[in-house]
């Protein structure tokens, strides 16, 4: 599976964004996709997962209520509506592929296929 995020770009405070990523290889559909970011001197870090059927979400504490994931099995992406974003959302964004839903859905090494990232800065 081959992952390629898009839809980065610079917001003022309060605004909204909405990131791709599209995804390569045929069993795309079964797979836990997920969002993580990376700001600058900072660890990655755990943003949104969905499961393969979209019918489990979790979403990090920081984002909850404000980010949205998403997917379409039939167009093989994954989306990342983001409302209300603030400075602290400036990273860049990740997304992510694992075979399974893990009971460790949060941590980076869950996934085995990454894509390039997306960088998004939020102006105050």
């Known amino acids: 599976v081959q992952l390629q995020a898009s839809g980065g770009g610079l917001v003022q405070a309060g605004g909204s964004l909405r990131l791709s990523c599209a995804a390569s290889?045929?069993?795309?559909?079964?797979?836990?996709l997920a969002w993580f970011r990376q700001a600058p001197g900072q660890e990655r870090e755990f943003v949104a997962a969905i499961a393969w059927n979209g019918y489990r979400t979790d979403y990090a504490g920081s984002v909850k209520g404000r980010f949205a994931i998403s997917r379409d099995n039939v167009k093989n992406a994954v989306y990342l509506q983001m409302n209300s974003l603030k400075p602290e959302d400036t990273a860049v964004y990740y997304c992510?592929?694992?075979?399974?839903?893990?009971?460790?859905?949060?941590?980076?090494?869950?996934?085995?296929?990454w894509g390039q990232g997306t960088q998004v800065t939020v102006s105050s």
């Open positions: 290889g045929r069993v795309f559909t079964t797979y836990t």
């Open positions: 992510a592929g694992a075979t399974y839903y893990s009971v460790a859905y949060s941590t980076g090494g869950s996934y085995d296929y």
